[in-house]
């Protein structure tokens, strides 16, 4: 009889698989059984440690014991020949499953299982944490929903049913996965700082708090707005990111640093923007409606900024760090002070519009007009 343990703290989980010659039932015979309510389990099996988390099934878990055993045989060249069955492959839930159809998605995906087999190489303290995190899922989509079913369960919301949550809004909206790539490669592209895609995938709380929204935000389309509101909460504690799931933001998204960051319920982000930490877009006052910030396509915003009211911020504009602004911003044309004024004007005073194809946004080109205003002095 060959003996199997879980355990972590007081959960213990035991079985036994029957010996070769056992005429009993081919299956693990478990002797006690107890389904967990912790984050994660930690198996001592072969005296190695194997990193499970919380949200697999028990299935799974003794499917994972079963296999582990039956490689210990062969090793020692015990035959298994009609005496066990093969176990399943993978124990999914049952909604049809969110895998990639897209070219690119399929590259981002291949290359971050790459660098995490690189990683777990290279770095052996980490290589259960890769293993579970990114190694044991079929597709990007059920990677990043079990991370941030792991960074965001609490008591309020429990890992697993954030897990089915976010996989299953993951199948029925496409165009969720879409915009993940894009940010993905939007924070692999402008921040110098990120060594790989992994490691924003594992480790950017700015890139983990958009995707947690995006999936608030469908939550709030679908009238579940209870659910997104204590998803929303539950962002901001985690993360310091405050996004109120009503918010429009687009794909190509960079929230650098991210702490701090104030999104209000009728702000519209456009595509390809670039937010840094401490900034607010927010209301005036105690007015009702429409009465956030409008940002079109490649803007930047600077650290610190405060953008109030319902106010537009034109196509390639750049919004200087510490800047408040709270009148309209014309599209190619930079912001800054407080209260922000436009940098370079006319003869006839009017905004000199930047014209390079490249939008800041993109570029992440902080301090060029620093060299068109002409009173700056140190």
């Known amino acids: 009889m060959e003996l199997f343990h879980f355990q972590r703290g007081r959960v213990l989980i035991s079985g036994a698989i029957p010996p070769q010659n056992s005429t009993s039932s081919p299956h693990l015979s478990p ?12 198996a001592n099996l ?76 290279s770095e052996p303290a980490l290589a259960s944490y890769l293993y579970a995190t990114i190694l044991s899922h079929p597709s990007l989509a059920r990677s990043l929903s079990s991370h941030l079913a792991n960074k965001l369960g609490s008591s309020t919301l429990s890992s697993n049913v954030l897990y089915d949550l976010f996989v299953a809004s993951f199948t029925m909206h496409p165009t969720l996965r879409l915009a993940v790539v894009a940010d ?27 995707q947690a929204y995006r ?16 998803l929303q909460s539950r962002i901001s504690d985690v993360f310091a990111v405050d996004i109120h799931p009503a918010a429009r933001i ?30 607010t877009l927010g209301g005036t006052g105690k007015e009702e409606g429409d009465r956030h910030p409008k940002i079109a396509d490649g803007v930047l915003i600077g650290a610190g900024a405060t953008v109030l009211g319902n106010i537009s911020i034109g196509e390639g504009a750049k919004i200087g760090a510490g800047s408040l602004v709270l009148k309209d911003v014309p599209a190619k ?9 436009l940098v370079r004007r006319d003869n006839e005073g009017e905004p000199v519009r930047n014209e390079s194809d490249v939008f800041p946004g993109e570029s992440m080109d902080h301090t060029s007009f620093i060299e068109q205003w002409s009173n700056y002095v140190i």
């Open 31 to 42: 002797m006690f059984l107890h389904k967990p309510h912790t984050t994660h389990l930690v």
């Open 46 to 121: 072969r005296r190695s440690f194997i990193y499970i988390p919380y949200h697999l099934t028990f299935d799974l878990i003794v499917t994972s014991c079963h296999s582990a055993i039956l490689t210990r045989r062969m090793a020692s060249g015990q035959s298994n020949h009609n005496h066990i069955h093969n176990p399943p492959a993978e124990v999914f839930p049952t909604f049809p499953p969110p895998e990639s159809n897209s070219n690119e998605e399929s590259r981002v995906w291949y290359q971050i299982k790459e660098e995490a087999r690189h990683d777990a190489d």
């Open 184 to 210: 993905l490669l939007a924070v692999e592209k402008r921040d110098p700082a990120c060594m790989s895609i992994l490691h924003c995938l594992l480790n950017y709380k700015g890139f983990l708090a958009i």
């Open 215 to 230: 999936i608030s935000h469908v939550l709030w389309l679908r009238n579940r707005k209870p659910l997104a509101l204590a």
């Open 250 to 279: 687009g794909k190509g998204i960079l929230l650098d640093h991210a702490t701090g960051v104030v999104i209000g319920e009728t702000a519209v982000i456009g595509n390809r923007v670039s937010i840094l930490h401490h900034v």
């Open 333 to 341: 044309t930079t912001a800054v002070g407080n209260p922000a004024r």
